[in-house]
């Protein structure tokens, strides 16, 4: 069974940058693409990144050139350089299998809040 915890969020100024981890339990994590997903408050939840077991990346166009997603499978994380934010990333953000987060995989999510 995988547990995934997030970590790294905050507030923080528009243009100003955060980097969000990811804590994978289980040795069955490094066969899985993984992925960073958000949820603003009133939408839904929408996957911003992935990264195949592989290293193959992709990104939604919002945050293409501004987000790096990365993994390190020895040490089983997954990061998300997030720069240039803008008050539009706001948002719950969590960690999940890619490109359909598992249910059972859910944690609480790191909270982003990009304000004056």
């Known amino acids: 069974q995988v547990q995934l915890v997030e970590s790294g969020g905050g507030l923080v100024q528009p243009g100003g940058s955060l980097r969000l981890s990811c804590a994978a339990s289980?040795?069955?994590?490094?066969?899985?693409?993984m992925g960073w997903y958000r949820q603003a408050p009133g939408k839904q939840r929408e996957l911003v990144a992935r990264?195949?077991?592989?290293?193959?990346?992709n990104y939604v166009d919002s945050v293409k050139g501004r987000f790096t997603i990365s993994r390190d499978n020895a040490k089983n994380m997954v990061y998300l350089q997030m720069n240039s934010l803008k008050p539009e990333d706001t948002a719950v953000y969590y960690c999940n299998t890619a490109p359909f987060g598992k249910e059972e995989y859910w944690g609480q999510g790191t909270q982003v809040t990009v304000s004056l």
């Open positions: 990264i195949s077991a592989g290293g193959i990346i």
């Open positions: 289980g040795s069955i994590f490094r066969i899985y693409a």
